[in-house]
């Protein structure tokens, strides 16, 4: 069965350190993905997608993601958190089956420190 | 600016009540809309999905009777908690996606917080 995995519940970064969120996926074929990030009490924003080509994506307010296929993954990065960054961050994986549909992971909770 | 919005965005009732929630595509025409819950610190599970003119597509476990569907025109999905009770108390959220293809990424509501006493 397909299924998303984002092994981290929470994070805790600096302000201006490095961010990696981790993301797994479990597909017969390369799925289109995507990134998510959901405010307290908001709907979801797209950060970034992939659906084939150049392996590195770029997205929305800095952040970026790389598809490895042979490791079925697709982390989500950034050079420098700001305080304005924490939120929860869902990968997505889409699957075209009969019918699209979008399979959500569990997320990951952000947390920026001073 | 949003391209799905979401209606009301919290509404707090009785037990035994109905309750609307309406989900309207606003720069494009969505065949499909999508409707989600997410319990608190939770992901987001698929409910069912709004085919219009046709009958929605629910996901396993999901009461049809329960959770009403409706997709009556290009730009609008109603979902009715029919008979609500505490249990149904949650975060519902509706999405849309651009047509054109299948590679086209859903566009989300701001989410209904409903709170059933």
């Known amino acids: 069965a397909q299924s998303v995995t984002q092994p981290d519940i929470h994070i805790t970064v600096s302000e201006g350190a490095s961010l990696e969120l981790r993301c797994n996926y479990s597909y017969g074929a390369t799925p289109y993905l995507f990134w998510y990030v959901q405010s307290p009490g908001q709907g979801l924003q797209l950060l970034l997608k992939?659906?084939?080509?150049?392996?590195l994506v770029q997205g929305i307010k800095g952040f970026e993601a790389e598809f490895k296929r042979s490791q079925s993954s697709f982390n989500l990065r950034k050079p420098s958190v700001h305080w304005s960054d924490a939120a929860e961050y869902f990968c997505a994986v889409g699957l075209n089956t009969g019918g699209f549909k979008t399979i959500f992971g569990a997320g990951t909770r952000l947390f920026v420190k001073a | 600016g949003a391209v799905v919005s979401q209606h009301p965005s919290w509404v707090i009732c009785k037990s035994g009540t109905s309750v609307k929630i309406e989900c309207r595509s606003l720069d494009f025409q969505a065949t499909t809309m999508f409707w989600y819950r997410q319990f608190p610190k939770q992901s987001l599970m698929l409910m069912a999905t709004s085919n219009e003119g046709s009958k929605a597509t629910y996901e396993q476990g999901v009461e049809k009777d329960k959770f009403l569907i409706n997709h009556a025109s290009l730009t609008l999905s109603t979902l009715t908690v029919t008979s609500a009770h505490p249990e149904d108390s949650s975060f519902y959220i509706c999405?849309?996606?651009?047509?054109?293809?299948?590679?086209?990424?859903?566009?989300f509501g701001d989410g209904t917080r409903l709170s059933i006493l």
């Open positions: 992939y659906f084939s080509g150049d392996t």
């Open positions: 999405s849309a996606r651009d047509p054109g293809g299948s590679d086209q990424p859903q566009h």
